[in-house]
């Protein structure tokens, strides 16, 4: 970076090696252009208490002090999503500001401030984070769009980044878990994060901060598909359902609501609708089954909720606790009161809304309509 003598002076030279890592020459920060190899010239803005090294070409900006960063518009961000090792979260690591840079005066030096909003935010310092409230930190996955939302405590004024085309592995990891680790950090350069190293030595640092963001999910990504478990799979749960069935209730599982309860399950939603009385009951049973996790076991987020209306809530608990009612560790209970320890959990639209949180791996809906707010955090949703 070319400085001159006042610069030098001012800053000094454990800051100016520090910026070293947290400047990055993508674009101009005077006309927006690229530098492409080009070396930026570094100059220091001044705004009252705000102090911020910004990055220019030689041509537009010479070294040295100047008042206030005429436009924020040419700040570039970068981020990367990725798998950093399996069975754990993705990694969403963003460089927020890669041309410029917060400072303030410590007295007898200086500090870099860049990431004292998101630490005073509630995001730690640590790679052990907590999960954010979502008014503060909030991801959503389009298809193959991750983006992340960051509110400032304190104001309305949202930061977002995105990443698109994730791969499958990285898909299936959100999926499964629901939430992402989100690294917010200076020191990425802008090119990809190739492994954990990249993300563990800038928090050791102190270059960092961490939050994990719970992530809410579009409509269409939450519709069922044979990608989440093998048709033959369903095909043979289905068969040892119907056994049961027959002997639990002393009724035959008939083609139709089998049937039904198959093409729901690779997101053709048109059938189950037209099911009534026990045909639609066991329909709903059915694709209940596939994405009930056994022995939930008070994990907030991971059963299956049923909504629908309240003069047959009775009879539909009745009914899935006597098909479930021996299968060791599985339980069928009431919202809201068995919200969290349920495998599958039914209720009436006022039940459901008395439930501290609408998250799980499926929300059925059946003649019945919640808020968009309430489906985000679902995995899948199916309405019927």
Aim: proline fraction near 6%; hydrophobic fraction near 40%.
């Amino acid at each position: 970076m070319k400085t001159n003598a006042r610069i030098r002076k001012m800053l000094g030279r454990d800051l100016l090696a520090e910026l070293e890592h947290h400047l990055h020459p993508l674009d101009c920060q005077t006309c927006g252009g690229p530098f492409r190899g080009r070396e930026p010239t570094l100059a220091v803005h001044s705004e009252g208490e705000l102090t911020t090294v910004a990055l220019h070409h030689r041509k537009c900006l010479k070294p040295g002090c100047y008042g206030p960063l005429q436009t924020s518009l040419h700040k570039s961000w970068r981020c990367s999503a990725l798998l950093l090792e399996e069975q754990s979260p993705v990694f969403f690591v963003v460089n927020p500001s890669c041309e410029t840079v917060q400072i303030e005066t410590t007295g007898n030096g200086w500090r870099i401030t860049s990431l004292d909003m998101y630490w005073n935010s509630g995001l730690s310092a640590t790679l052990v984070p907590s999960v954010m409230p979502p008014e503060t930190l909030i991801a959503t996955l389009d298809g193959k769009r991750l983006t992340v939302t960051f509110t400032p405590v304190g104001t309305s004024l949202p930061f977002t980044w995105a990443v698109g085309g994730l791969g499958e592995r990285t898909m299936k990891a959100i999926d499964s878990y629901a939430t992402i680790a989100v690294v917010v950090t200076t020191a990425l350069n802008g090119g990809p994060v190739r492994g954990l190293r990249d993300v563990t030595e800038p928090i050791a640092k102190g270059w960092a901060a961490s939050g994990m963001a719970r992530v809410h999910f579009t409509p269409e990504t939450q519709r069922l598909r044979f990608t989440d478990f093998d048709p033959n799979t369903i095909a043979d749960l289905f068969g040892v359902l119907k056994g049961i069935i027959k002997n639990r209730l002393g009724v035959e599982l008939e083609d139709r609501p089998a049937l039904a309860a198959f093409a729901t399950c690779d997101g053709k939603y048109d059938m189950l609708p037209l099911l009534s009385g026990m045909d639609r009951y066991l329909s709903m049973l059915l694709v209940a089954s596939v994405y009930a996790p056994s022995k939930t076991k008070g994990t907030p987020g991971e059963g299956v909720h049923i909504v629908m209306p309240d003069q047959e809530v009775d009879t539909v608990v009745k009914m899935f606790q006597t098909v479930f009612a021996d299968l060791d560790g599985f339980a069928t209970g009431r919202l809201p009161d068995d919200y969290a320890t349920a495998d599958i959990a039914i209720g009436t639209l006022d039940q459901y809304n008395a439930c501290p949180t609408g998250r799980g791996r499926l929300l059925i809906t059946d003649r019945v309509t919640v808020t968009a707010e309430q489906r985000a955090p679902y995995r899948r949703v199916v309405d019927i």
